[in-house]
């Protein structure tokens, strides 16, 4: 009997650290509080685990936590005007299957404000909690492998809600599903798998945020009626590397970001997805990635204008089988920078002369032969190119059109001259990028090219005479 009883106050035990709020302190002063009171919770480490079933206040002092013991969630919010700030909430349970979270919400107008979520496998989840107001916290995941992380925020059916001021880092996403009407402004996610994921989520905006060094800044998925915009996205480059991604999206207007050092400034996948209104990407800055936009043939009906496209090592990509077709690269007759455009500008209008298309060999000849990229960078590649320029009989079709390319970045005083070279020493240039370009293609170029090349050759040798 003894020993029954025993092991009877051990469950007793174990249950009232599970359900805090009936045995600790602070879980006492929130039972006994009245609907509008404000709970203090004063300096030190409170190890409970709280509900919140009546709209109140929950504020701590300066150094108070409230520690869950890595075990289950800390707190949760069943009643609506609920406020939490001024919190360290850290050392949720690690049960993916249960979704440890350290708050998570249930009501309508709830704001958690000015709180730091250390050590945390959810951060903040909200279910079915509309117009939630989620400001100056500072959310961090546990250190786990990334696919064992949870989500530093996660929005389930919590329309018109405010995500503002907030840090997060080293967790899973920051994921909208079903969420309409949502703003998500002036956030730093860094470290994460995807910064920004929606799924199901219309009518939101994302403004003035910083999403770096994750493997996706934002995500957009089944979604429309989208603005991304004042966005810095930079250096994601995880197995997607994306600075952001579209898939089967609609109505987006994405416009006056900067994308630089990522895998892929922007990727588009069937997006838009039904083509009633076009998407919309204009005056943005693509700077120094591996890729500017990557398109895949099914994302026809953008409209591409406006843009800065600045020393990517590919500028637009075309991926899959499939030409890209109804995309524009120009609106009301002013088209995008481009840092490899060779024209000029006659006229002094901004515009150049001549249409800026690509047709870059050696792009052409990386999508055959991957080992090649080791020569970026090198005399070869701009040999290869070189030798592109002057056979019209190897040169690749051309990707895409800019009509109307602008001379000079947009949003910019200006760009830099580069100095002229004298005659002399662009002949002896061009002989020596010939020859390397030879050799190169010689390895690289299928052996019906190169009898093309030289079909090419003979021909000029002899005046055109077969």
Not at 42 to 54: C, M, N, S, W
Not at 172 to 197: E, K, P, Q
Not at 416 to 434: D, F
């Amino acid at each position: 009997m003894r020993r029954l009883n025993a092991i009877t106050a051990v469950s007793l035990l174990a249950a009232a650290s599970a359900f805090g709020q009936a045995a600790g302190t602070i879980g006492r002063r929130i039972a006994d509080a009245r609907p509008g009171d404000t709970v203090v919770v004063p300096a030190g480490v409170h190890r409970e685990h709280l509900r919140i079933d009546k709209p109140l206040k929950l504020v701590g002092e300066p150094g108070a936590i409230l520690d869950g013991g890595q075990s289950g969630d800390i707190i949760d919010v069943t009643a609506p005007d609920v406020e939490i700030r001024g919190l360290t909430i850290r050392a949720t349970g690690i049960d993916l299957d249960k979704e440890n979270a350290a708050v998570r919400v249930s009501a309508a107008r709830v704001r958690i404000e000015d709180n730091v979520f250390e050590d945390v496998l959810f951060g903040i989840d909200l279910k079915e909690a509309p117009d939630a107001i989620i400001r100056g916290n500072r959310i961090g995941g546990k250190d786990l492998d990334i696919a064992r992380r949870g989500d530093g925020l996660r929005l389930w059916r919590s329309n018109a809600a405010l995500i503002e001021n907030n840090v997060i880092h080293d967790g899973r996403d920051a994921i909208l599903w079903y969420s309409t009407g949502v703003v998500v402004r002036n956030n730093r996610s860094f470290r994460c798998r995807y910064g920004l994921h929606l799924m199901y989520s219309d009518s939101v905006t994302i403004e003035d945020n910083e999403l770096s060094e994750n493997s996706v800044g934002v995500y957009f998925m089944y979604s429309k009626d989208l603005t991304l915009r004042r966005n810095r996205l930079i250096r994601n480059r995880g197995p997607s590397g994306y600075g952001v991604g579209l898939k089967d999206t609609d109505s987006y207007r994405v416009e006056h970001n900067l994308f630089v050092g990522n895998r892929a400034g922007i990727y588009l996948d069937d997006s838009p997805f039904t083509h009633a209104t076009r998407g919309e990407i204009r005056a943005n800055t693509f700077g120094y990635n591996d890729v500017g936009v990557i398109f895949l043939p099914s994302a026809r009906g953008n409209v591409v204008s406006g843009n800065n496209f600045i020393d990517n090592l590919e500028q637009v990509s075309v991926q899959g089988r499939g030409e890209l077709r109804d995309t524009e690269f120009a609106a009301n007759d002013r088209g995008n920078f481009w840092s490899d455009y060779v024209g000029y500008d006659l006229d002094n209008n901004g515009v150049g002369e001549f249409e800026h298309e690509s047709q870059r060999l050696f792009e052409n000849l990386l999508d055959r032969e991957p080992k090649l990229r080791l020569l970026l960078f090198s005399p070869a590649q701009q040999a290869v190119e070189f030798v592109g320029r002057a056979l019209p009989a190897i040169r690749p079709e051309p990707k895409f059109f800019d009509p109307a390319p602008l001379v000079r970045p947009v949003s910019e005083a200006g760009a830099p001259r580069n100095q002229a070279a004298s005659a002399w020493g662009l002949a002896l240039a061009g002989v020596g990028m010939l020859g390397v370009g030879a050799g190169v293609l010689a390895l690289a170029v299928p052996i019906r090219i190169r009898h093309a090349a030289g079909a090419s050759l003979a021909a000029t040798a002899t005046g055109g005479v077969s």
